[in-house]
């Protein structure tokens, strides 16, 4: 019977956000707090959490990621099990055990009756057209630009410019994705900002930077 009542909660919880959400596709056991929004057609997989999070127009988030008070652009590409804002412990004391310095914490006991290190997470920043490979984390706070492709197990420790390509732990950009004027104009061109119907005649040249560029120019 409670698996039964269970069942029926979380039918009715995900026809709610569908309701609310009305584009996007929200798979079962995806968990989304009252502060999280998804913009028009994205997706989230089975066990995704999203927390004070808000997931761009079109981006889409495999199964198993963790997403923590983060706001991620439009046409991002996010694998499954990657863990976007990670919390932080405090290494200046004795211990890093919240049952010392958090009663707040959901922990069944603790030697403290207050809070004495807040871990309040600063916002994660993912610009437009950001790649997320399988497995990744980034740590809370970091900024990581647009048209970024972050590899498979990388841990982001520190904002990432446009463009990179990051791998390892910690992870390091090892090369861009183009020449500097070629970023800097997609950059400034905005694609990702705009209407459903230019993206339409644009689509057919977005393979080649060259006859995209042309396209804008020829639109002008």
């Not at 197990?153 to 992870?171: E, Q, R, S």
Request: net charge neutral; charged share 20%; aromatic share 10%.
């Amino acid at each position: 019977m409670s698996q039964l009542f269970s069942e029926l909660k979380n039918g009715l919880r995900r026809m709610l956000l569908r309701r609310k959400f009305p584009t996007s596709v929200i798979h079962a056991g995806a968990v989304l707090d009252q502060a999280s929004i998804l913009d028009r057609y994205s997706v989230i997989f089975r066990d995704v959490t999203l927390v004070n999070s808000i997931l761009g127009a079109y981006s889409y988030v495999q199964s198993a990621t963790a997403i923590y008070n983060a706001e991620i652009g439009p046409f991002c590409s996010i694998a499954g099990d990657v863990t976007i804002g990670l919390a932080m412990h405090p290494t200046h004391m004795v211990s890093t055990s919240p049952v010392f310095y958090d009663n707040e914490q959901p922990l069944p006991r603790f030697f403290t009756k207050s809070r004495q290190f807040a871990n309040n997470l600063p916002r994660t920043t993912i610009g437009a057209d950001v790649w997320i490979g399988q497995g990744a984390m980034v740590k809370a706070g970091v900024a990581i630009g647009a048209g970024a492709v972050i590899g498979a197990g990388a841990v982001v420790t520190k904002d990432i410019p446009p463009y990179a390509v990051v791998v390892g732990c910690p992870g390091r950009v090892i090369r861009q994705r183009f020449p500097q004027e070629i970023s800097e104009r997609l950059l400034v061109s905005c694609w990702w900002d705009m209407d459903d119907k230019e993206l339409e005649r644009l689509a057919p040249f977005l393979a080649d930077p060259t006859q995209f560029f042309d396209r804008l120019d020829a639109v002008k």
